[in-house]
């Protein structure tokens, strides 16, 4: 592989948005979004269809007019900069290959408009041809090629003009399940040995954790949280975090006090301790107690929340069980299949937490109760939804 | 989330040819549709009367000619439907040999110049006709007269069904056949099936096809004027008001002009409302399989498809043989020579030719570039500006031919801007009359075309002109060139607006044939209509071979 294809040789881009405001005729869609992105990183926009995602990216790579704010590339400030100019490899989601062009033409297109050595361009095509693996589709039109070759190509085009900037827009979400697992490892591999500071969106939390170093999950034109997988999983932001990302079983609960010590109550009556509650936090007020599947463990013994097994599901790897609480509540529970036979339905059983995993919320769900949280989000929302920024109108003008 | 909503707009190239484009509209299009309002409620004094409109439907010698009109034209179309429908249902739905032949045969037709189809069937049926003739003199049988209400309705509906057909075909293509298992898995199978799934969900295009075939007959302007005779309808009136042979009005063409557009113009509405009723659109994951023909079923299927499109088109195959019959005036003597073919010569032949394909080209040139920009004004820039572009650029679409031809005259007869009898209004007329067609396929076309295709474009370093240049155009090329071919066949058959703006100078083809027509040189007519026919044919044939599939043809 050659030099100009690694990550030695380019100078790494930092983005930073300060204020950005996105107005539709007279909807704001997003009002005062700030965001940092370090130099080299891949980095996420993860959210439900509608929260601005990608409208947010449109306005990095300068098709979307920006209403209001700061957005700067290094020191550069790119605002009125044309989007011809902005130096940005961008695929999208439909991959948006010239049809009339072969593969080769495609690829070459971006370094015929600029100031690229004519007699370079073709070695230049070449190299990322190979890095992609297409290199002996070069002659093909795109109507011959498989959505999966299609991506490459797109990738490929977009990395040829060395950008500073690599966007990309939903860019598996075309693609049957089993490739976009195989693609987006390959996108992964390629931004590492290609090091572009890199923004991409999609609305699948999984795809999103696979290949990102951070993650900004944003709702309703409002980042809510702006982690690592790791930590967006582990100690999500809000109740909104925690509930897009992952499964999360939501359970009402009463904080108290008792020497020292957080006591949560629990629906049945069940008492947990929680030992890495926030200082200021540690005082009497009602809470939501968020527990994901395997943070949820069966018990045989008399400790622990009473519940009924409703109906259990047996995936190989894990088995999930559906249970209600003896107050009423529905709950999932995830276990690693044993060699037993499994509970059936019908059988009485009891629930223990994992008070070092499961997360408390303050009543509204906006905060998270517990040391731990890195959230690197400036905009820190009011509400747990956000939602108070937005109209009806302005949802539906995003979608 | 694609739209590209802008608050703050810079000034771009486009703009100039948004300004470039009203400029061009108002002056050729608004301002001799003014021209023609004006003329027909002021008097030559100046006064405001509504003197003409009063005199037209007081008066049933002339009012009788809307009616007329409307009566030939609703049957026209509904025999267009009864005949083009089944057709295109055999031939979509089952395996017809020669079914590839028959769907450029019955093209050809529908493609022919307006009158020739009438002309041939004059020749045949007419009152010295052959077979009038034959059965005259071997059976002492008098045959009914072609002349009048069936005269024009057989000529009309075999030049239109194709139109139908084509139309059809394509919705049909576009049927999925899951629906077509899912009705019978439901117990609706056979002629039920055929009503309540495949007609309902071909309503669309069956609304589409009634429309072109609509307004087609009742424009047309050849068919009734050598056929119709004492049947008279509203483009014939218009034009012997204007430039027959006694007592012209020029007044009262103008006031019969206004009220067929407001006829054309309500009828386009009345289609569109009927349309809002379907809006659903099909596309087809599993096309259908196309069944074979058995017994007697399917000897009739080859009976009716195979019978109509020989009516349809035989007759012009008689014109080309008479082309090559010796012939002295009117009178056919027998033996074979091309003395036809030399009297044209003599008679303008090779003007005619020149002058034919000069304007079709500089139009169809002209046609084309303004569809390109347009459907780029109104698909990526939907501004309220560009959307009255597209608003006044399908004005000539409910416009008869001959009207758009007074209208020109009216406008451009005297200074400042004398073009009467110039290539400038000849090619102004075919311009305008064929835009709407081109624009409607440009539209389409871009409208299937993601802007991400272009945002990949600029992104890529390219410029907005470049992009435009590069990718846009490119990509739209072929939904246009399909459209472009017909649009020339079209151009080179013009008729009715070219009858009044022709001279001996910007004589065309077709203007040739109707002249020779018109002075009773039937071997001179069968001539120049050979050459005619010669020409669209192999238009129509280079273009079937370039093009992939004959499912892109769009009338």
Known sequence: MSNSASRRDRPEVVINIHDAVKKYGGNTVISGLSLHINGGEFFTLLGPSGCGKTTLLRMIAGFNTIEGGDFFFNDTRINDLDPAKRNIGMVFQNYAIFPHMNVRKNVEFGLKNRNFERSKIHDQADRFLKLMQIDQLADRMPAQLSGGQQQRVALARALCIEPQVLLMDEPLSNLDAKLRVEMRTAIKEIQNHVGITTVYVTHDQEEAMAVSDRIAVMNAGVIQHVGTPKNIYQRPANVFVATFIGRSNMMEGTLRVEAGRAVVELPTGYQAVFNNVLPEELKGQKVKVCVRPEELLLENGDEGLKAVVDDCVFLGLNTHYFIHLISGEKVEVIQESTIDSIIEPGTEVRLRLNTDKANLFCEDGSRNLLAGVKNDAQDVPATAQGGVRLSAAGLASLS | ????????????????????????????????????????????????????????????????????????????????????????????????????????????????????????????????????????????????????????????????????????????????????????????????????????????????????????????????????????????????????????????????????????????????????????????????????????????????????????????????????????????????????????????????????????????????????????????????????????????????????????????????????????????????????????????????????????????GAGKLKTFLTVTTPMMANGILSGAVLSWVAIVTELSSAIILYNNRTITLTMSTYAAISRGNDGLACAFATILTALTTVSLILYLAISKSEDDIKL
């Open chain 2, 1 to 460: 989330m694609t739209a590209m909503t802008e608050t703050k707009r810079k000034f771009e190239v486009w703009d100039i040819i948004t300004w470039g484009f009203l400029a061009l509209f108002v002056l050729f299009l608004v301002y001799p549709m003014y021209g023609i309002l004006r003329q027909s409620v002021f008097a030559a004094d100046g006064s405001f009367t509504l003197e003409q409109f009063n005199k037209f439907f007081s008066t049933p010698y002339y009012s009788s000619t809307i009616i007329n009109s409307f009566e030939v034209t609703i049957a026209v179309t509904a025999v267009t439907l009864l005949l083009g429908i089944p057709f295109a249902y055999f031939y979509s739905f089952y395996q017809l040999r020669g079914g590839k032949f028959l769907f450029v045969v019955s093209i050809l037709c529908c493609m022919s110049a307006p009158f020739i189809g009438a002309y041939s069937w004059i020749m045949l049926l007419g009152r010295n006709g052959v077979i009038t003739v034959f059965f005259r003199d071997v059976f002492g049988i008098r045959l009914p007269s072609i002349y009048g209400f069936g005269g024009i309705l057989m000529v009309q509906a075999l030049k239109f069904f194709p139109l139908v057909f084509v139309y059809m075909n394509g919705a049909f293509k576009s049927i999925d056949n899951t629906l077509l298992e899912a009705s019978e898995n439901m117990g609706c199978t056979g002629v039920n099936r055929f009503f309540s799934v495949i007609m309902q969900l071909s309503m669309p295009t069956i609304l589409a096809a009634s429309l072109l075939v609509f307004m087609r007959a009742f424009a047309d302007f050849g068919t009734p004027l050598l056929i119709g005779e004492g049947y008279r309808t509203f483009p014939v009136e218009i034009y012997n008001q204007y430039l027959g042979e006694v007592g012209t009005n020029h007044n009262f063409a103008a006031a019969i002009s206004v009220i067929a557009i407001v006829v054309t113009a309500a009828v386009f509405f009345v289609q569109k409302w009927a349309t809002m009723k379907y809006n659903f659109s099909i596309s087809a994951l599993h096309p259908v399989q196309k069944r074979k023909m058995k017994g007697i079923g399917g000897a009739l299927m080859y009976l009716f498809c195979y019978g109509l499109t020989a009516l349809a088109f035989l007759p012009q195959l008689y014109i080309v043989y008479l082309s090559f019959r010796n012939c002295d005036g009117a009178v056919f003597k027998p033996g074979y020579s091309l003395v036809n073919y030399q009297y044209a010569m003599r008679r303008l032949l090779v003007r005619s030719i020149n002058n034919t394909l000069i304007f079709g080209v500089v139009s169809l040139a002209l046609i084309i570039l303004f569809a390109i920009l347009i459907a780029y004004l109104v698909v990526r820039r939907p501004r309220p500006l560009n959307n009255l572009i597209d608003t006044l650029s399908m004005l000539p679409y409910i416009m008869p031919g001959s009207i758009i031809g007074i209208a020109l005259v009216i406008a451009f007869g005297s200074q400042p801007l004398a073009l009467t009898g110039t290539m400038t209004i000849m090619v102004l007329a075919l311009v305008i009359r064929r835009m709407p067609y081109t624009i409607r396929s440009a539209t389409a076309t871009l409208q299937g075309i993601p802007i991400s295709t272009e945002e990949a474009s600029i992104s890529l």
